[in-house]
């Protein structure tokens, strides 16, 4: 079979995992249905970053790529694009990945690491917008080239992983450990001190953000290698032909469909995906809230707000200088409690706010005391 059919597989899986994880994510967006979360948290960041205002209590210096980008397009699209595109790029990373890793003399090792590769992306897309999911890819391409010998590529590629946040101390951990026994010769004698540097980017990150704690893209890595190791010592053992080698898809498809939570996955949210887009809504709805003015809306909302200093959840951290943004369709996800918002909203009217905008689904009330 030509060589180049392979690598081909998990592309056009890329391809197609890109294309249906961000029409997905965007639908949410568009649909005022994302958790505010990550997503809005970041969102601000890269807002502060770009207007030279920054705010964030973690070590995500990779931002500063996507608000370059926002620049262009000031829009939380933007985020979502690229973690899209840093999901789907973990197919054609983890096959090149697992061909550094398995026996190059054996046949079934081609057929076995695209049969492992291709479905990544479909059970890695669980997380609207995480800087992790960036560093996922960049991660399996540090470890292909420490396994083949590119020095130099290896520890570039190291650091693009620790700049996404604090937590990837513990992929690039991983990555020194790897190497020391599977490494490249001249690797090998170096896995110590990417160790080394994963150790003192913890310290970093355990002095400034007070706490470590490996999101899920990390853990998806640490399960990446567990299984590339096992596969590798299976066609060490076993000689496997190729029908048996692709059979491995089938599990990984099945784990996406059961743990994955972008339809058709079964921890997809129902109703979440099909709203319809409440922008132009907003955008009148909120025209009137100054640009530099403290804001408390629903958790769908507070993305589409978070280019300021100060925005928050609803009723979270509600103060009297703060505009508030309700939402009578709201989407509402952890870790908002139904019943405390709707006692908040009920006590508005009570509170010296007046309402600036009501058209049947947007609310806005000013600050206490304001016209």
């Not at 262009?72 to 595109?85: D, G, Q, Y």
């Not at 003192?200 to 706490?211: D, K, M, P, R, T």
């Not at 096992?230 to 996406?256: E, G, K, N, Q, Y």
């Amino acid at each position: 079979m030509a060589w180049w059919l392979f690598p081909t597989v998990p592309l056009v899986a890329a391809a197609i995992a890109f294309a249906w994880t961000v029409n997905a994510e965007l639908m949410r967006l568009y649909g005022m249905t994302t958790p505010a979360g990550d997503l809005a948290y970041d969102q601000q960041i890269v807002w502060s970053v770009s207007h030279d205002t920054l705010v964030g209590i973690h070590l995500e210096f990779f931002l500063v790529v996507l608000a370059a980008v926002e620049k262009l397009w000031p829009s939380p699209a933007v985020l979502l694009i690229f973690s899209a595109a840093g999901v789907a790029a973990t197919a054609p990373a983890a096959y090149l990945f697992f061909r550094a890793l398995f026996p190059s003399d054996r046949a079934g090792s081609p057929w076995l690491a695209v049969a492992l590769a291709a479905p990544i992306p479909f059970w890695a897309a669980i997380d609207l917008f995480d800087p992790e999911n960036i560093a996922l890819p960049i991660a399996l391409l540090a470890a292909w080239a420490g396994l083949r010998g590119h020095r130099t590529a290896m520890w570039i590629l190291c650091v693009l992983v620790l700049v996404c946040k604090e937590d990837q101390a513990y992929t690039v951990a991983i990555i020194g450990m790897l190497m020391g026994a599977h490494g490249a010769p001249e690797i090998r004698r170096q896995w110590r001190f990417v160790v080394y540097l994963a150790v003192a980017w913890f310290v970093i990150g355990i002095v400034v953000v007070h706490s470590v704690v490996p999101a899920l893209p990390t853990l998806l890595f640490t399960l990446i290698v567990a299984v590339g190791l096992a596969a590798r010592r299976i066609l060490a053992i076993h000689s496997i032909r190729p029908a048996t080698a692709l059979v491995a898809i089938v599990p990984a498809l099945l784990f996406a469909w059961a743990a994955g939570s972008v339809p058709p996955a079964l921890g997809a949210e129902p109703g979440v995906y099909s709203q319809p887009n409440a922008v132009a809504e907003l955008k009148m709805a909120t025209e009137l809230i100054p640009s530099d003015a403290p804001v408390s809306a629903d958790a769908g909302l507070a993305v589409w707000l978070a280019n300021r200093r100060t925005i928050n959840e609803f009723p979270d951290r509600l103060d009297s200088r703060s505009y508030v943004v309700i939402d009578r369709e709201a989407f509402l996800g952890e870790p908002t409690d139904p019943k405390v918002r709707q006692a908040a909203i009920s006590a508005l009217s009570s509170s010296g706010r007046g309402v600036l905008f009501d058209d049947g689904r947007f609310q806005v009330w000013g600050p206490v005391g304001g016209d």
